[in-house]
């Protein structure tokens, strides 16, 4: 484990699969390569069910770049076999950062918690800073909220699941995709979280996420969207007002494997030269052509395409309830 003169209290810290083992080292890399950030936090991997020849493997490779790597048995979150798990895209894995505290040392106090299927783009340290309050979690409202108002079964269907988690106010329904805790609230909290899952199954239809915001209704610190640029924000084309740190590629079309909006190809190259450069990994991610995926018949483009010409005034307004929210808000980190 690196460490340093003054033992550090934070960490940002990475659950993952083998599924997710190349996008999640590549978005730790790049946390590892801030130097205001890594001076106040370390790095960390946390590997389900992966063999100690990988983990040191992975140790070998990229310990000097910063990271470090910890083992965790799935048998620590998964639920028992019969428990209902909504079909989505999202694998039961999710579920193992609902295990961190069992795993992670304990000198660590404050946790920042990130999806491996982020890109980091800008400068994170005033997130790592940040001192959550004691029992809450920091956290960016998911996109679902721009949606009200639509016409159709979506917002009704939505704001009916999230009234069974105790939720009201749209804007306090929060994506799990990066959070910030401190680390005695996650042992205390994370436990019930999955308590709840396995209670609540049906209710939990976006599994630890859906549990986590049921567990911390009305203790959520909103974080900008900066901090959590969710597919849905970046449809809107607004990046170059609200200028996100962190993107996070929500829903079934991962950067490595589609090329359509909102992203367009954008990021793919840097997942083809990681695997490139590092052929022991390079079996956990297959990255096609860019031919090979064009000749794919990816889904969302046709639903992008419909609301930006049948319905434009759909994204319109979404894009400018986003920019008033971004610029108005007073965020738990104000900029």
Not at 3 to 26: C, H, M, Q, W, Y
Not at 93 to 107: I, N, T
Not at 114 to 140: E, K, M, R, Y
């Amino acid at each position: 484990m690196q460490t340093s003169n003054a033992e550090k209290k934070r960490a940002v810290v990475f659950v993952t699969d083998r599924g997710f083992l190349v996008p999640s080292i590549v978005a730790a890399l790049q946390v590892a390569r801030q130097p205001r950030a890594v001076s106040i936090a370390d790095v960390f991997v946390v590997l389900i069910d992966m063999g100690s020849d990988i983990i040191a493997s992975l140790t070998g490779h990229f310990e000097k770049s910063g990271l470090n790597f910890l083992p965790m048995p799935s048998g620590l979150f998964l639920p028992p076999e019969n428990t209902f798990f909504n079909r989505t895209h999202v694998p039961r894995s999710a579920l193992g950062r609902l295990a961190l505290h069992r795993v992670l040392p304990d000198r660590y106090e404050h946790i920042v918690y990130l999806d491996g299927d982020t890109q980091i783009v800008g400068d994170i340290t005033p997130l790592l800073c940040h001192s959550v309050q004691p029992g809450h979690v920091a956290a960016v409202p998911e996109g679902n909220w721009l949606c009200a108002g639509d016409f159709g079964d979506y917002w009704p269907k939505h704001r009916a699941y999230m009234t069974s988690l105790g939720i009201e106010d749209p804007r306090d329904y929060f994506n799990s995709g990066v959070l910030a805790f401190r680390m005695d609230t996650w042992r205390e909290m994370a436990p019930k979280a999955l308590e709840y899952f396995v209670r609540y199954p049906e209710k939990c239809l976006y599994h630890d996420q859906s549990a986590l915001n049921a567990i911390f209704c009305g203790r959520n610190e909103r974080l900008s969207p900066i901090y959590n640029f969710l597919s849905l924000y970046a449809e809107l084309d607004v990046a170059d007002k609200i200028k996100p740190r962190i993107i996070h590629f929500t829903g079934g079309n991962k950067p490595w494997n589609y090329l359509g909006p909102p992203w367009n190809g954008r990021f793919i190259d840097i997942y083809r030269t990681f695997v490139e450069r590092y052929p022991m990994v390079s079996s956990h991610l297959r990255v096609e052509s860019r031919q090979a995926i064009g000749a794919h018949s990816p889904s969302g483009v046709v639903g992008y395409i419909k609301d930006g010409l049948v319905l434009p005034w759909r994204r319109r307004r979404r894009r400018r309830l986003l920019i008033d929210y971004v610029t108005k808000n007073d965020f738990v980190l104000r900029e």
